[in-house]
């Protein structure tokens, strides 16, 4: 059985990689938080070494200790720590499950809000005569910043983009397929929920670009204030289910939607760009301040914004293992995740999630010849999930039915010549909004992260517990045999049968 000097000396191998004296370039307070995490990460694996035994070292590196506040990744790397692929995969399994529909009406009601705020001024305005005729004009391309609407959601990959796909998509009650329907439907009126009136014209005139919608409020709608009818817009469908946010998740790390329907990389490298002001947001503090720096980019992160864009549209991502491998997410296994969803019930939903998440760790897996390296790459792909959940939750916002709503109230508040000049800018100006949004998904992770984490330290304690009363009982056992003249030797094989 090791000693406790030894199991702490274990324990201190896994900060190998960190110098014991603080880091001048990090100051007192960051310093702080480095020792503190040491010292956390210390401990845990001197327990599980008493409890288990010294083992041999599996996982990947902690890249929590290095830095200096994200509670996220430093939960992450505590459960990984406790007991590892298992625990974290239930993480994700229980917040796929359990919280969309608290995160999506959360991210409804900030929606509500800040359109409120963006248009009231501390009233309620009445819908301004012009919406009623002769409409607002909307350039297709100043709503659609991630070209959603280029894919067709009736086709083989649409279905793992847009909800509610009816047959006939002006029918839909999903905004997005309604909107590509109207798409289609060049030069007719269409009505969404009897709340709006939406006509699509490819070639434009005097008063309209080519390629532009025009927007009326349809004449029977009985709402009148213009708040009124932005709930009533927001309300209606929803943003994003489970199945659309594993399909995001996947996507932002593999790209195999991305490869499938042969995005751009100038609109990869968006995406990385909206990632990298998400991520931001993600460490920044409560009461810090959002200011220009998030939506502006040094030269290193913009080449890796590049590298990123270019392996997704190759529907590829790198790994490192015992060997740098490359690796795929096969868009088959989210045709097949999507169509056990369509068929799930309450009591089985969980674990329809689970399964098929398994199976994408394990084909991860099999991709490296070497089974030793198999753990490690689940626990590499699990931890990838966690990283990017909330980043998929977050950009969904920049989709072309929330742009939809905000440009009609931009016109409105600021001239009907106004538009957001791309996804970033449209962030920008509304910074509080996602910074709130993302804060409150994070909260929503780290508490699921916590619970998962209480559970386990809760048996290690008393694995730990029991394990010392047992190390006494043989201590005076072995005291006892020595008074009357047992030799060492046999001591110390009575004490390994023990």
Known sequence: MPTTDNTVSNANSLNSQISDKPNPKLGKAKSGVLDKKKKVFGKIAAAKAMVEGVKKKTTSSMDSINNDGNSLSFLTDLIKSLIGYAALLDVVINFLTNNIPEIEELIKSSLKDELHSLVSCGINPTIPTFLYNPGIIIEVSKIDFLDQLKTDPSSFFGALMYNDVTPQLTNSKDFNTFLYGVIQDDGNQNTWDGMLDITFNSVGNLTRPNNALTIKVNPSFNITKLTDLNNSFISKG???????????????????????????????????????????????????????????????????????????????????????????????????????????????????????????????????????????????????????????????????????????NFKIVYGQGKDYADAIDFMKLSKNLFKLIIKKITKRFIKELIKVSLVYIAKLTSDMAAKRQVEKASDKKSQILSLVGVPQDAIRMIKGLM
């Open 238 to 408: 929803t943003l994003f289910d489970t199945n659309k946010i594993v399909n995001k998740t996947i996507d932002s790390i593999y790209g195999s939607i991305s490869n499938a329907t042969q995005k751009t990389l100038k609109q990869l490298e968006t995406e990385a760009k909206i990632n990298d002001i998400i991520d931001k947001m993600i460490e920044a503090n409560a009461n810090e301040n959002i200011d220009d720096s998030y939506f502006t980019f040094t030269n290193d992160e913009v080449a890796k914004q590049q590298e990123s864009a270019t392996w997704r549209k190759k529907g590829l991502a790198k790994l490192q293992t015992s060997t740098n491998i490359v690796v795929s997410m096969p868009p088959q296994l989210l045709i097949d995740f999507n169509t056990e969803m369509s068929g799930a019930t309450t009591l089985n939903k969980k674990e329809i999630v689970k399964t098929n998440i398994n199976r994408m760790a394990e084909q991860n897996a099999s991709t490296s010849p070497d089974p030793k390296d198999h753990t490690a790459i689940k626990l590499d792909f699990i931890e990838n999930i966690i990283k990017t959940l909330i980043k998929s939750f977050a950009s969904a916002i920049i989709s072309p039915k929330i742009l939809f709503i905000f440009l009609i």
